[in-house]
């Protein structure tokens, strides 16, 4: 059964520096979204992506945060300069071609930032 | 926007009981109603999904209600397993495809 993706499975990083979280969708899926769940709290939406564009972003996206898809298949989260509060599971999702609503997501990185 | 509530925020139950965790929302405008369960260490597994135009849906031992005129929306796990022990989230979602979660209920049963 396809499956997303991502890479690292766990991230740790200092504060201030750069960091690329990445995403394999699911093949043949356009829509694609970035969660993150703080230990212990509720899954946060960032960001979605749909035809190389953000559609949607929440509070949470900042100027910190980039998203890209370089290429036909992965699709990245990028923290410029990272903060304490940044620590959390990141999730990546996507929704098939017909957006069917159902989002598969992948098995999350967890960033840490110390 | 939406505001996704979500009770309890614990669950234990014995082995072959019934579960039942409740949600609401606050956006009228929210059609599609997952609910998502996540075991330690993984990324949330759709279990179930209702969409607006439906009252209730059944899938085996789940099944979810959504009553829009409260703006609330539950599911139900009946002969509860140990395997279901895991963290469960429900959602609702914008006709713009962005999810808004609750906050998890933590289920154990008992064997």
């Known amino acids: 059964e396809p499956e997303v993706t991502q890479t690292p499975s766990h991230q740790v990083t200092q504060m201030g520096q750069e960091v690329i979280l990445r995403c394999v969708p699911i093949?043949?899926?356009?829509?694609f979204y970035w969660y993150r769940q703080i230990l212990g709290q509720k899954v946060e939406f960032l960001v979605s992506?749909?035809?190389?564009?953000?559609?949607?972003k929440s509070e949470i996206f900042d100027d910190q945060f980039s998203v890209e898809r370089p290429d036909g298949s992965n699709f990245t989260l990028k923290i410029r300069s990272t903060k304490l509060e940044d620590s959390a599971m990141y999730f990546c999702?996507?929704?098939?071609?017909?957006?069917?609503?159902?989002?598969?997501f992948g098995p999350g990185t967890r960033l840490t930032v110390t | 926007g939406e505001n996704v509530e979500q009770h309890p925020s614990t669950l234990s139950v014995q082995e072959g009981d019934s579960a039942v965790i409740k949600c609401t929302y606050s956006?009228?405008?929210?059609?599609?109603f997952p609910w998502y369960k996540q075991e330690l260490g993984k990324g949330p597994q759709l279990i179930i999904d209702?969409?607006?135009?439906?009252g209730e849906k059944k899938d085996q031992r789940i099944a979810v209600t959504l009553n829009k005129t409260a703006k609330h929306f539950s599911l139900h796990i009946t002969e509860t397993q140990p395997e279901d022990s895991a963290v469960y989230f429900c959602?609702?979602?914008?006709?713009?495809?962005?999810?808004?979660f609750g906050t998890g209920t933590s289920l154990t049963v008992i064997p």
């Open positions: 992506f749909y035809n190389n564009e953000i559609s949607e």
């Open positions: 959602a609702a979602s914008l006709p713009g495809n962005q999810f808004y």
């Open positions: 999702a996507s929704i098939g071609v017909l957006a069917t609503y159902e989002q598969y």
């Open positions: 956006d009228s405008a929210s059609n599609y």
């Open positions: 209702i969409r607006s135009n439906v």
């Open positions: 093949s043949n899926h356009l829509y």
